[in-house]
């Protein structure tokens, strides 16, 4: 069975609190874009997981993939051995979600594969113990997230009449690096109101926290999100903990300045 992650951007992320747990709570829109990977599920006499495309840094038994596995293993011991595949499309370090969505893509394939009679519940419950933006990947509809970024309300945004273009700097942010850098406050108006402004307003009301010290670290993810709106943007941002910008546009806009040094994704 073959199924196609995508990725995701984040409209707005504000770190409201440090938790008890180490964790943060914010307030995020999730927003699901049309970058993929490939992910082939197979039986196999044993547990074999193989990778192409982007390379993925790290050690094969900390993908969130096999990592889903045992964990599903652990409830339904009769699970038989898998042979995992995973074309790596989605940019890593980008802040697009492309690990937690393989993570919950491959909860609801291997959920139909062996008709294991998990509702979207049940499998939002084992997403989350896997990572705090995988529970978004098991209904991937536009929402409102809260506390770790785990909790959803649904929030209608509909942005099928712009085109949203995503630009990956040469640069790349860990998630823990960029939690590490920032200074969580309450917010004065909800992520969940300002997000039913008309789009012109978002600039100057919607805003991702990570920005002030991911730019300072990284200053070429501040001159690609200054040239998104340069060529005219209606609204750009860093998504997530970066190094990924998306900039929401009227029409496509010509970013062939921008195509030497970064990667670009039109109307994703
Ligand atoms: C930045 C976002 O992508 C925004 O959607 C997410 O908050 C990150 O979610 P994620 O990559 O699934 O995060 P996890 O794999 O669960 O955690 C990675 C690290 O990020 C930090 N982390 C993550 C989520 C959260 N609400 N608070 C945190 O402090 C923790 O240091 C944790 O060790
Ligand atoms: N299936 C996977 N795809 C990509 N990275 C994975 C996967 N499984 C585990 N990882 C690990 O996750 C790390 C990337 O996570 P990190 O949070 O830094 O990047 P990210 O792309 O911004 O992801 P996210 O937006 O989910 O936070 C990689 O270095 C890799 O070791």
């Not at 712009?162 to 406050?185: C, F, N, Q, W």
Request: charged share 25%; aromatic share 10%; proline share 6%.
């Amino acid at each position: 069975m073959i199924v196609f992650p995508n990725a995701k951007i984040n409209i707005g992320l504000n770190i409201i609190a440090r938790r008890p747990d180490g964790y943060h709570n914010l307030e995020t829109v999730f927003y699901p874009i049309k970058i993929n990977d490939v992910l082939e599920v197979i039986e196999a006499d044993e547990l074999i997981f193989e990778s192409s495309g982007i390379s993925i840094p790290g050690d094969v038994n900390d993908n969130l993939c096999i990592k889903g596995y045992y964990l599903l293993k652990k409830d339904f011991p009769k699970l038989p051995p898998v042979k995992i595949h995973l074309h790596k499309n989605i940019p890593i370090g980008a802040g697009l979600g492309g690990g937690s969505s393989n993570a919950a893509f491959f909860i609801k394939l291997m959920n139909e594969k062996f008709e294991l009679g998990l509702d979207a519940d049940r499998m939002e419950d084992y997403a989350r113990i896997l990572g705090a933006d995988c529970a978004f990947f098991i209904n991937n509809k536009p929402v409102f997230a809260f506390e770790k970024g785990d909790e959803f309300e649904p929030v209608k945004i509909d942005l099928s009449a712009y085109k949203i273009v995503l630009v990956m700097p040469d640069a790349h942010v860990s998630t823990a690096e960029a939690y590490r850098g920032v200074k969580p406050a309450p917010v004065k108006e909800t992520l969940y109101d300002l997000v039913q402004m008309p789009l012109a307003d978002w600039k100057r009301h919607i805003r991702n926290d990570f920005e002030g010290h991911i730019f300072n670290a990284h200053p070429v993810i501040r001159g690609v999100k200054a040239s998104l709106y340069e060529s005219g943007a209606l609204y750009a941002s860093m998504s997530g903990s970066g190094a990924s910008v998306f900039g929401i546009f009227k029409d496509t806009p010509d970013l062939s300045h921008l195509e030497e040094s970064c990667q670009v994704f039109y109307d994703v």
